[in-house]
Each structure stands twice: as structure tokens, then as C-alpha cells.
């Protein structure tokens, strides 16, 4: 498949949908979860950190990748939409 053929398959506006809502319920998954254990943590005398546990990590990581993804495809529906209006093919 052609790379103009790639981008003009791809359901861009979706999957900039799809990365946009996970970047959001991720980013809020680690505040809930820093305040919870913050919480946690003020009643037993410890300390909370935002990456003290495996998970907060791993919410970390994804919200990251998924925001990467995001930017990506809404790069890549804007130049989709180019082309389209242009009736060209990317050079």
C-alpha cells in the first residue's frame, strides 16, 4: 500500500477520538489515585509519591503514548484533509 493510500484509508478523526478520551480518563486515573494515596499515606505517616507504585507508572507511560498518539493523528487528519481539498498526493 502507498503511502497516500495509507493516509487517505485511515479513519484519523477515530482513532484522534479514541486517544483524546484516554488521555483524559488516564490523566484523571493518576490525580485520583495521587490524592487517594496521598490520602492514605497522611493517616499512616508515610509519604505519596506520583510514582511511589508499579501502576502510577504504567498510568504514566500509556498517558504519554496516547498523547503522542494523539498528536500524531491529528497531524495526520489535517493532512488528510489537505489532500483531499488539493486532490494531490503528498510528496
Known sequence: MK???FIKKM?????AGICAMSVFFLTA???ILFFVLDGVAAQTNTTAGLFSEWYQTF???FDIIFAL???GSVVMYFLRQKMRNEGGAIV
Open 59 to 61: 498510568i504514566f507511560v
Open 11 to 15: 479513519p484519523w478523526g477515530i482513532i
Open 29 to 31: 486515573a493518576m490525580i
Open 3 to 5: 503511502k497516500d493510500e
Open 69 to 71: 498518539g494523539l498528536i
